[in-house]
């Protein structure tokens, strides 16, 4: 796998801001935002964004959507994921509270909306967005919604201007910050990003400690990439390393490992029922979660998701 190393000093820097920054005005404008249908969006004026501080200069901001991670320090700010549009310049009113610095880097860990939202807005800021090429291909290129309407390409300063294929490693603020590709999980532009020093994980969406897993199928996601994803959080992770997931609460790596071994039991639940002819519905009536509803944060939605798109993908023709 091809990796890629960023080391910053400012006058890396300022060339770097001004190719993206001249890359964007020569592209075509589009219009609309991030992909994918949604409920009716909350009242984002009455969201509250949380600053939590996980080491010296390491901070996670919650919100509505994704948790955000922000590397604070001299050589600027580096955030990965930026929630929902309307929530912009609450977010980077709570940088500025734990930082000086201006926002310089953010990277995406997925194509979701609630972790993608905030592009267009950073990206005007002179914010360089990194990220799979995957990622960047769904929004300008979004699968069609759930009623088959045509999803709207996200527009142009919402792009990423950097992306890449093998791992890439940002060197900032005395931190090795590590971009790792997990392919074809939670979807099939997935990062995971591990923070060396402060010994801290954040991975997306294809691991969340709240509700059960979501395998977006449609935007190429998969029941063996995610396994395979939390398997390479488990290989990395030491006995100190926190796990930051998309969405829930901050874990260590018994509890990746713990999350792994219950979609695996469910897994093989569903598949046996599949093997004994049963239909969807009859596999959902059948609850292969129960050994775990009361131990999963959850919603029925999420139990129900869940299950059926375990049979979807094991029920698929081989």
Known sequence: MKTMTVNFSRAALAVLLLSALGARAQAPAAQGGAPAAAPAAPDFSKVEIKTTKITNNFYTLEGQGGTIGALVGPDGVFLVDSQFAPLTQKIVAAVRQVSGTPIRFMVNTHVHPDHTGGNENLGKMGVVIFSRDELRYRLAHPAPGANGAPGTPAPAAALPVVTYEGRVTFHMNGEDAELI??????????TMVFFHNADVIMTGDFFRSTGYPNIDRAN?????GM????????????????AIPGHGVVTDRAGIMAHRDMILAIRDRVAQLIQQGKTAQEVLAAHPTSEYDARVPMS???????????????SAPK
């Open 220 to 224: 190429g996601g998969s029941l063996n």
């Open 181 to 190: 590709p997990i392919p074809r999980a939670h979807t099939d532009g997935d």
């Open 300 to 314: 029925k939605e999420t139990q129900e998701r869940f299950v059926n798109q375990l049979y979807a993908e094991l």
């Open 227 to 242: 396994l395979a994803g939390l398997g390479v959080t488990i290989g990395l992770m030491g006995p100190n390393t926190k």
